[in-house]
């Protein structure tokens, strides 16, 4: 989209500054009296956070109603199945950011990373060794690992919840038919252990039939993930883990998306010729299969 130049912020004179500034007083001590103080912390940081970007690059008023008009359409595309809001949180960064703040570092817990816009709750329960697939097509995936807390001690009866995309890049809620597929959830083994079938994961575009694509491609960035499987992990007294494995050799490990990566989230799948027997005894007849080792280590609660 072309706009027209507008005056550097460096060239503005004190009297209209002093407009400006006059203005961000005004409405920040409008909200000096809510009665919760965090809201009123965060409604006074958000007012000088949005004129600040406001005065910095001089919106104009075009501009400014050709976002209203975006935000409308990313609120029009939202429904039961697909959040619009969370993907424009993710290709900005904003996801992660707010991940980054609320998962901190603490000793060797596993790192989170986004949550993305298609968990859907109340997924189907299957038994440890079970498979999430569900007919969904793709490669067969062996994946196998244990939780334990930053002491190394197993979480016996973990909530382990998976989905994943299917090898043509879709997630089930995506297609119109109703279907399960590619998720499921399962609780460790008395040794904190888990073990289950799935998919290798495969690289696929974020929906960018909406108005976030519409804005990827006016900025030239790629919509494509890396490879990924999805894991949310939750368990008593422990903080609840949401994270990814990603594919090692993934060449889109260092433009993904929705800067989800992070390097120790990086597993290897390694592939396995057809006839190679299966650590279940499955038969995957004459396809070849891939297996993936995954140990999670949960934070304290409140870490």
Do not use: Y
């Given at each position: 989209m072309m706009t027209e130049h507008r005056t550097d912020a460096a060239h503005i004179t004190a009297d209209q500054q002093a407009v400006e500034d006059d203005l961000v007083a005004t409405v920040v001590a409008s909200f000096d009296d809510t009665p919760d103080p965090r809201l009123k912390q965060m409604m006074q940081a958000v007012v000088r956070h949005l004129h600040a970007f406001i005065r910095e690059v001089r919106l104009t008023e075009q501009e400014w109603n050709r976002a209203i008009e975006f935000l409308t359409a990313v609120?029009?595309?939202?429904?039961?199945?697909?959040?619009?809001?969370?993907?424009?949180?993710?290709?900005?960064?904003?996801?992660?950011?707010?991940?980054?703040?609320?998962?901190?570092?603490?000793?060797?817990?596993?790192?989170?990373?986004?949550?993305?816009?298609?968990?859907?709750?109340?997924?189907?329960?299957?038994?440890?060794?079970?498979?999430?697939?569900?007919?969904?097509?793709?490669?067969?995936?062996?994946?196998?690992?244990?939780?334990?807390?930053?002491?190394?001690?197993?979480?016996?009866?973990?909530k382990v919840e998976v989905w994943e995309a299917d090898e043509d890049g879709l997630y089930d809620v995506q297609y119109p038919d109703g279907r399960v597929s590619g998720r499921a959830h399962f609780f460790t083994d008395d040794n904190g252990s888990y073990r289950f079938w799935g998919l290798t994961p495969t690289p696929y575009p974020i929906?960018?039939?909406?108005?976030?694509?519409?804005?990827?491609?006016?900025?030239?960035?790629?919509?494509?993930?890396?490879?990924?499987?999805?894991?949310?992990?939750?368990?008593?007294?422990?903080?609840?883990?949401?994270?990814?494995?990603?594919?090692?050799?993934?060449?889109?490990?260092?433009?993904?998306?929705?800067?989800?990566?992070?390097?120790?989230?990086?597993?290897?799948?390694?592939?396995?010729?057809p006839g190679t027997p299966t650590p279940d005894g499955r038969d995957p007849g004459d396809r070849s299969w891939s297996r993936v080792h995954f140990d999670i280590v949960l934070a304290p609660a409140g870490t």
């Open positions: 609120g029009n595309i939202t429904d039961d199945k697909r959040q619009e809001f969370v993907l424009l949180s993710d290709v900005l960064g904003a996801s992660m950011q707010t991940i980054a703040v609320n998962n901190q570092a603490h000793a060797n817990a596993t790192e989170a990373t986004v949550f993305g816009p298609f968990f859907v709750a109340d997924s189907p329960q299957i038994p440890l060794g079970g498979d999430i697939g569900g007919g969904a097509p793709g490669q067969p995936c062996w994946i196998e690992g244990t939780v334990t807390d930053t002491d190394g001690r197993p979480v016996p009866g973990a929906p960018h039939d909406g108005p976030v694509g519409t804005m990827l491609e006016a900025v030239n960035r790629s919509p494509m993930r890396a490879s990924h499987l999805h894991f949310m992990v939750t368990a008593d007294n422990l903080r609840t883990l949401v994270t990814h494995i990603f594919v090692s050799g993934d060449d889109l490990l260092t433009s993904d998306s929705v800067f989800g990566v992070k390097d120790s989230l990086v597993q290897d799948f390694r592939e396995q010729a």
